[in-house]
């Protein structure tokens, strides 16, 4: 009798996804943070957009090229990092600024450990703490936002960080983006829109964004206020760029853990962390430092929280 019986090595489950489609769904889910960035600020904004995501293609083909790599600059990520270092610049830094940013997310942050999949820190922020750390006066200074009756061009967070007092801005503000801040960062509706849309996608999963905001929330709550369980954690969720790094780049799946436990875990460390830089660090915002923490944790929460391959026995150290 003949062997109808083929086997073959895995993977041996398959669909439709990809690494390049994925990356430009992300992309596209981004849009309305972006759009919602120009009208808020003009068209300096988008300017600034497309110099971060110019650099970032062409650092990426100059790279491989040297490397003698596939060159692969139309999978996305490249886009993607060079859109997401723009969305966590002001909108009126000097257009040299974003460019030198991508070079050094695409250069250092990725290329450097091999390429896509092997760089264990989110490339986008590498490149705004480097900014951060050379050109601080530039990452600092904001706009006002345009038609609209904005009391100052800093944002709320520094505000709270210089006064010791809250804003005087609506949590509708907040919402729509009425204030000073990084360009896709401010319009928590679009943000929240885009993410909805990954969330329909299955690209994203609650875990990481959910723990990350709800033990953020509580951890302000309980001590970033006038004693205890005074805080005000709704104004420190849509101020800074707390939404976007929990939904867009906390998420991203090559410097995240793999499993659900993990990325439990490690939501909830970007939440302490971010509250901790917040309340009593010497800069206003944690995100991008939390986020880049935490995404040094990964290898060992991945290893501390592996699923068990079914039939086996997870070997125990005996000394």
């Known amino acids: 009798m003949k062997n109808k019986l083929t086997v073959n090595i895995s993977p041996h489950l398959h669909n439709n ?19 919602a960035g120009v009208i808020i600020f003009g068209l300096n904004a988008l300017t600034v957009m497309i110099l971060g995501i110019l650099s970032a293609l062409v650092t990426e083909w100059l790279m491989q090229l040297l490397a003698k790599r596939r060159i692969t600059i139309l999978d996305g990520s490249a886009f993607l990092t060079g859109l997401l270092l723009a969305y966590n610049l002001p909108p009126g830094v000097p257009l040299w600024l974003p460019a030198a940013g991508s070079f050094f997310a695409i250069a250092i942050g990725k290329q450097v450990f ?24 530039y990452m600092t200074t904001f706009t006002k936002p345009l038609n609209f009756d904005a009391v100052t061009s800093a944002t709320p967070l520094a505000v709270l960080r210089e006064s010791g007092v809250i804003e005087n801005i609506s949590y509708l503000d907040l919402f729509l983006g009425r204030r ?36 953020f929330a509580a951890f302000v709550y309980a001590f970033g206020g ?32 793999l499993t ?9 460390g970007c939440g302490i962390l971010t509250a901790v830089i917040r309340l009593w660090g010497g800069y206003p915002e944690g995100v991008s430092y939390a986020i880049l923490m935490m995404n040094a944790a990964t290898p060992i929460i991945d290893r501390f929280t592996r699923n068990r391959i079914y039939g086996t026995m997870i070997p125990v150290n005996r000394k």
């Open 114 to 137: 091999g390429g896509l999949g092997q760089n264990i820190f989110n490339p986008a922020l590498v490149g705004r703490v480097f900014l951060m750390a050379s050109w601080p006066k």
């Open 260 to 268: 659900r436990k993990g990325q439990v875990i490690f939501g909830a």
């Open 17 to 35: 996804e990809s690494v390049s489609k994925i990356m430009w769904i992300v992309g596209i889910s981004l849009i309305p943070a972006g759009a």
């Open 180 to 215: 000073g801040g990084c360009i896709g960062e401010v319009c928590i509706l679009a943000l929240v829109a885009g993410a909805l849309f990954l969330f329909w996608k299955g690209y994203i999963s609650w875990h990481i964004p959910v723990t990350y905001t709800a033990v």
């Open 226 to 257: 006038d004693g205890l369980f005074r805080g005000d954690w709704f104004f420190h969720i849509l101020t800074g760029g707390l939404i976007l790094g929990a939904f867009f780049m906390a998420t991203d799946y090559v410097t995240s853990p």
